[in-house]
């Protein structure tokens, strides 16, 4: 395929598998009738830019669909998370009433809720109709659209520049990213600046954390990556910083390569030799990645096999689109693992894409207390098991595959 920053050829493999249906596609009752539609599901590396990318299947409107399931405020520390980062970049660029904070992917409100109580101006920008208007039943003025360099030169022409973007988990989303990152340029004002937070690939890699790949995904990003994107693109990265979230972030400070006056910090050269000591620039790098994905699949294969034939009964815990990934690559099917609980009320009733695993509520796990709970979403573990410490009290234990099969406690 064709590198989508560079125009390069894009044959390097890192992984491939098999096929699957959007990792957020869930099913009604009535859709269980019918066909699903299942598309590949492999990452290429480009080996000019090194800007590792799923190949080219879907479009950007096929994933993210008017009734989206995807809500951030359902997991707690998600929403520590931002109220953290809405402090640190207040007091950091010394942000108030005067001041305009726009998010890009704004999902629900989870984060500009807390820059509203601040009384700070703030615009969300979400593409999707069901999280769209739960941000504003917050009060959080949303621009329903996706976001590219179009819709920022319009913000410009009205006056709505702004002090501060922020772009969580949306860098890795987008099919143009080159027109994405442009968008940013004409988006800040002369000073402003913008971040983004994004699933850093060394950690995807050295994590073997392949169900972070999923058709939404259109990229797997690193520091080298990016700093060339964010370049050609007006930007100019002046800072990071590493992050625990999503098993292993990058959080990335930008400026408009004309009128910022930002130094660049050394963490920005540090992040860029720590990728060059373990080969991000090195085609070995990537390869033996498959194998690895293949032992964690086996593995949690014989572990639900196994509690099958001694008669343990197994449930999954978060609809996530990571754990889709997952159970479709495992071929995983409601024998092995009966339901799945989830605490969003958009994904309840509802059934998984691929597997068609039904999603219930969380009263399913006291009603039937299971043996196993498989924590789908890995990277919440510690959330999930303080949060249904009963689990622990019928003498259940969690269950997480990835990196490798771990039984907790």
């Not at 197994?314 to 609809?319: C, E, L, M, P, T």
Request: proline letters at 5%; aromatic letters at 10%.
């Amino acid at each position: 395929m064709t590198c989508r920053h560079c125009g390069a050829d894009a044959t390097l493999l890192l992984v491939d598998l098999g096929s699957a249906p959007p990792s957020n596609g869930f099913l009604t009752h009535d859709a269980l009738r019918g066909p699903e539609a299942w598309l590949p599901l492999r990452v290429l590396v480009c080996e000019r830019c090194w800007l590792v990318q799923t190949q080219d299947f879907v479009r950007a409107e096929q994933v993210f669909a008017p009734d989206y399931t995807y809500f951030s405020s359902y997991s707690t520390s998600w929403l520590s998370h931002a109220e953290r980062y809405v402090g640190d970049m207040v007091s950091r660029f010394d942000l108030g009433p005067d001041s305009h904070v726009v998010e890009v992917a704004a999902n629900d409100g989870y984060l500009l809720q807390y820059v509203k109580a601040r009384g700070i101006p703030c615009t969300g920008i979400e593409p999707t109709a069901s999280t769209a208007a739960a941000a504003r039943e917050r009060g959080i003025p949303i621009v329903e659209a996706f976001f590219g360099s179009q819709l920022a030169e319009e913000f410009a022409r009205n006056g709505r520049q702004a002090d501060l973007v922020t772009a969580n988990n949306v860098l890795a989303h987008v099919p143009d990213i080159n027109d994405f990152v442009r968008g940013f340029a004409a988006l800040l004002k002369p000073h402003g600046v913008a971040t983004f937070e994004f699933h850093h690939v060394k950690q995807l890699i050295d994590g073997c954390q392949f169900d972070t790949v999923y058709h939404e995904h259109f990229s797997y990003l690193s520091m080298t990556a990016v700093d060339r994107i964010f370049s050609a693109g007006g930007l100019v990265v002046f800072d990071v910083e590493e992050l625990p979230t999503h098993g292993g972030s990058l959080r990335v400070f930008a400026q408009r390569a004309d009128t910022g006056r930002q130094p660049r910090s050394q963490a920005v050269e540090a992040v860029l030799n720590a990728e060059d000591s373990a080969g991000l620039r090195d085609p070995a790098y990537y390869q033996g990645f498959q194998d690895r994905v293949l032992k964690v699949k086996h593995d949690f294969l014989s572990f639900l096999l196994t509690a099958h034939a001694d008669g343990k009964a197994v449930a999954g815990y978060g609809a996530a689109a990571k754990g889709n990934t997952l159970l479709n690559f495992a071929g995983v099917r409601p024998d092995l693992l009966a339901f799945v609980v989830d605490r969003n009320p958009a994904k309840q009733g509802k059934f998984l894409p691929g597997s068609r695993i039904p999603v219930v509520g969380e009263g399913k796990l006291e009603q039937a207390r299971p043996d196993f709970v498989v924590i789908l979403p890995w990277n919440l573990k510690d959330e999930v098991i303080s949060e249904q410490a009963d689990v622990a009290e019928w003498g259940g234990r969690f269950v997480t595959a990835v990196p490798e099969l771990k039984i907790w406690p």
